[in-house]
């Protein structure tokens, strides 16, 4: 006779490695849309004569989208379902991607590049609510951390794909701009296959429904679980209240400040190196070039070891180095130092800073209930690339009136306050069901599920 067993208990599968190119697809796409409008704007700038103002509008559009479509989008999901946002998503997407290569002004284009905000912002919530509720509990942290290596995938694709594009003559930045729906094609059909989260269908009362969803992939002898979220309306407010408040706050906070010096510093990563002397011979492009290659890298021995070790230290040492790093680049910055010394340094910060990013996936999936996962996710996206979007835009006005060093020990401040919020906040959720890192807000508390067969278990 088989042994049942549940979901979460199932070991990596074929299954697994599908949703996970599935739903990444929404990381990708980012990537790309940020990475592909950095090269078309080289195109587009001299030929609508666009003032500074417009430049840092059509750049930041999709940024301020994101905002509101992680925040909109995440509630929608929890509210009508992951696989009906998941569609409805990359249609969107599709449309205002076609639709930019027949932008007639730049009004047109903040418009368009707002739009794919949207629909990029509502992917994080779906996707991965999506990756959480069908991964093995042995596996996910590593499953959605590695959804932020999908991102710079699809960023350094979209450097590749302007720079062969140029040759298309003064349209190509119309093709770079519309490309970004060839992948979105692609994954919207992808996406059609996939089943419905069965965790979010239980939430809803669909429990028998949602096993057979689980029993069709996996086997007759695997349920979705021992027990099961009892039947909840999905309240936006909710991720606010019975203490989940305060992992609200915490996932903003350590978002926000691990998200704010690293994309104000990538923005501007070769003006940095020319102010440390790196100006001549385009070395500040080949330095950015050789960090940019070396920062994936820490995504890997990150994977690993929160596994391994558990969430916790991937998060808090990383957000320390990265401000001890920081500090001495900020005190060796007028001392001349070697190019390879100072690319070393910047190639330490990257990998560790690159490392604890993918708690951005792993920590909101996690403390949160299936009723409100997508909502907090969504609100954690949003809040984080609002704090991007200011940190990019206020980069160079202090390094043009404070100097490099000041602006890196900024950087480095926002780090250790990083480093202070996790110690004090972040929790242990490594080898846990979701049902147990959504209620460790509760130990204290009396909390009552249901079991398949209808009985309550406290």
């Not at 590593?142 to 979209?158: K, R, T």
């Not at 993918?358 to 996710?377: M, V």
């Not at 049902?435 to 009985?455: D, F, I, V, W």
Request: glycine share 10%; net charge positive; hydrophobic share 50%.
């Amino acid at each position: 006779m088989n042994q049942i067993r549940t979901l979460e208990e199932m070991p990596l599968r074929k299954f697994h490695f599908q949703m996970f190119f599935y739903t990444g697809g929404g990381a990708f796409i980012d990537g790309y849309i940020i990475g592909i409008i950095a090269v078309a704007l080289a195109v587009l700038q001299p030929q609508f004569d666009l003032s500074l103002t417009t430049v840092g509008l059509v750049g930041m559009a999709a940024l301020v989208g994101m905002f509101f479509g992680g925040i909109l989008g995440g509630y929608l999901t929890d509210l009508i379902g992951r696989k009906t946002m998941f569609i409805l998503d990359l249609v969107v997407f599709v449309i205002a991607s076609v639709l930019q290569y027949f932008a007639q002004d730049p009004m047109q284009l903040i418009i368009l590049r707002f739009i794919l905000g949207l629909a990029v912002g509502a992917d994080y919530p779906i996707a991965g609510t999506y990756m959480a509720e069908f991964a093995p509990k042995k596996n996910r942290g590593a499953l959605l951390g590695g959804l932020v290596a999908l991102w710079y995938v699809g960023y350094g694709v979209s450097y590749l794909v302007g720079y062969f594009m140029l040759a298309l003559g003064e349209d190509s930045w119309r093709w770079m701009l519309a490309s970004s729906a060839l992948p979105a094609i692609i994954i919207l059909l992808a996406r059609l296959k996939m089943p419905e989260s069965p965790l979010w269908l239980a939430s809803k009362g669909r429990e028998k429904e949602a096993n057979g969803i689980v029993q069709g992939i996996f086997g007759k002898n695997v349920v979705l679980s021992e027990s099961f979220e009892a039947e909840e309306k999905t309240s936006f407010m909710d991720m606010f209240k019975n203490g989940y408040g305060k992992w609200t706050i915490f996932i903003a906070l350590f978002w926000t400040l691990q998200v704010a010096p690293s994309f104000a510093i990538a923005t501007y990563i070769p003006e940095v190196l020319g102010l440390f002397g790196f100006a001549d011979g385009n070395k500040e492009y080949l330095g950015s070039a050789i960090m940019s290659l070396f920062y994936i890298v820490g995504l890997f021995p990150a994977l690993y070891l929160v596994e391994k070790i558990g969430r916790r230290p991937v998060l808090i040492w990383p957000f320390l180095v990265s401000a001890i790093i920081l500090t001495t680049l900020g005190l060796t910055s007028s001392w001349h130092m070697s190019f390879a010394f100072t690319i070393m340094l910047f190639v330490i910060y990257g990998i560790f800073n690159t490392g604890m990013s993918i708690h951005q996936w792993i920590y909101p999936n996690e403390l949160f209930p299936t009723k409100i996962r997508g909502t907090a996710l969504g609100f954690g996206t949003g809040v984080s690339r609002i704090g991007s979007s200011l940190s990019t835009f206020l980069f160079p006005v202090i390094l043009s009136k404070y100097g490099l060093g000041v602006t890196l020990y900024i950087c480095a401040g926002l780090f250790f306050i990083g480093f202070l919020v996790s110690l004090v906040m972040a929790p242990e959720t490594r080898n846990m069901s979701l049902a147990e890192t959504s209620t460790l807000n509760k130990r204290t508390n009396k909390l009552s599920y249901q079991s398949n067969s209808g009985k309550k278990i406290i």
